[in-house]
T-cell receptor, first 114, second 111 residues
Framework: NAGVMQNPRHLVRRRGQEARLRCSPM?????VYWYRQLPEEGLKFMVY????????ESGMPKERFSAEFPKEGPSILRIQQVVRGDSAAYFC????????????FGPGTRLTVT | QQQVKQSPQSLIVQKGGISIINCAYE??????FPWYQQFPGKGPALLIA?????SEKKEGRFTISFNKSAKQFSLHIMDSQPGDSATYFC??????????FGSGTRLQVQP
């Protein structure tokens, strides 16, 4: 029973490039959350998605950031025109479609902007 | 009001000792309080969680104590082991909404 999968695990981008981070939730989970973790800090919520729907994007910057969770395939967090301040670890977590509140996290993608 | 305050920032405990990490919250709408363990380079792993209708929950060496009136909850690690050395995060949430995390406690268990 595979856990939450994220790829790539490490991503290096130059300033101004685009970063695409992918998250495949646990089998049977249809809810995905994205969090960002800066070095030596806690996780900060970015966006909460259900299949084909954005439920809550209150933690996501209004510009350059977008997220989707299509009917088929992984959830994608997209960062356009990256800046040095985007360097962080990005984690996704998944939740079952019905009951339960336990969020299970993936291993994260560590984004470095040079 | 959404903040979760965690202390201490770091903690050193001798092997076999008790590790205690505390968290406090303001938002009375929170109804779910998990603790996560994170090793360097890894994602957070769910350790134990509690709902506000109970004051204590124990799973193995890990216990959550919850004080609803004081809006505080804590994690106790009994018989701490070097393998427990990690960063621990408390969190709070409402229903199935996003979690609000504390700032983390770096635990070091000395052999």
């Amino acid at each position: 029973n595979a856990g939450v999968m994220q790829n790539p695990r490490h991503l290096v981008r130059r300033r101004g490039q685009e970063a695409r981070l992918r998250c495949s939730p646990m089998k049977g989970h249809s809810h995905v959350y994205w969090y960002r973790q800066l070095p030596e800090e806690g996780l900060k919520f970015m966006v909460y998605l259900q299949k084909e729907n954005i439920i809550d994007e209150s933690g996501m910057p209004k510009e350059r950031f977008s997220a989707e969770f299509p009917k088929e395939g992984p959830s994608i967090l997209r960062i356009q025109q990256v800046v040095r301040g985007d360097s962080a670890a990005y984690f996704c977590a998944s939740l079952p479609g019905r009951e339960g509140m336990e969020q299970y996290f993936g291993p994260g993608t560590r984004l470095t902007v040079t | 009001q959404q903040q979760v305050k965690q202390s201490p920032q770091s903690l050193i405990v001798q092997k076999g000792g008790i590790s205690i990490i505390n968290c406090a919250y303001e938002n009375t709408a929170f109804d779910y309080f998990p603790w996560y363990q994170q090793f360097p380079g890894k994602g957070p792993a769910l350790l134990i969680a509690i709902r506000p209708d109970v004051s204590e929950k124990k799973e193995g060496r890990f216990t959550i104590s919850f004080n609803k009136s004081a809006k505080q909850f804590s994690l106790h690690i009994m018989d701490s082991q070097p393998g427990d050395s990690a960063t621990y995060f408390c969190a709070a949430g409402t229903g199935r909404r996003a979690l609000t995390f504390g700032s983390g406690t770096r635990l070091q268990v000395q052999p």
